[in-house]
């Protein structure tokens, strides 16, 4: 296993469509290892392939809260929203790729996703809460979507502005 860089915006690869996974095979298992290791490193609740640098259909994610709590990693890939819930709920969302800022998101507050599993066995994972959430956010990334793309312009602008502006003097 290694941990990998995380990209930050404005990376162009966290802007492209992902390509769907063909075959399940060793590269894949030893990415979502690499994917993991990250993921508990930085820490964060999920990631996404895009995130470093890899533009596949591939995500991991782990919301066990409670520190107490078994690790309960999961690998998805080619996840998919097959069903959304009408109502909704908010949740304070950061991202990996955008460090140190958080925001208010709404968004279906259950969804089910059909996905293959790390064996590449197909399954469905009927999900609420903060698992319905981070399944949303790591599944708009595999899109080129960012949390910040649903709030208002001016904090969206503000906030893609200061990492445009990082980036340029190469903080
Ligand atoms: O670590 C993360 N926490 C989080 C909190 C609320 C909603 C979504 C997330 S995902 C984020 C890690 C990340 O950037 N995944 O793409
Ligand atoms: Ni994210």
Do not use: W
Not at 16 to 23: D, G, I, S, Y
């Amino acid at each position: 296993m290694a941990k990998r860089p995380i990209l930050i915006i404005p990376d162009p690869v966290l802007r492209r469509v992902a390509e769907p996974v063909t075959a399940v095979d060793d590269r894949i298992k030893s990415l979502a290892d690499d994917m993991l290791e990250t993921m508990y490193a930085a820490p964060g609740i999920g990631l996404a392939a895009p995130q470093i640098g890899i533009s596949e259909r591939l995500v991991v994610l782990d919301v066990a809260t409670e520190d107490d709590a078994e690790p309960a990693p999961m690998v998805l890939i080619n996840p998919e929203i097959v069903a959304r819930s009408e109502e909704t709920s908010v949740y304070e969302e950061g991202c990996l790729s955008i460090p140190d800022y958080t925001e208010d998101v709404e968004r279906p507050a259950r969804v089910t996703v059909r996905y293959l599993d790390r064996e590449g066995a197909e399954r469905t994972v009927d999900a609420d809460g903060l698992l319905a959430t981070c399944l949303q956010h790591e599944i708009d990334h595999l899109n080129g979507v960012l949390f910040v793309d649903y709030l208002s312009r001016l904090k969206r602008e503000r906030v893609l502005k200061k990492f445009a502006k990082q980036a340029k003097l190469g903080a």
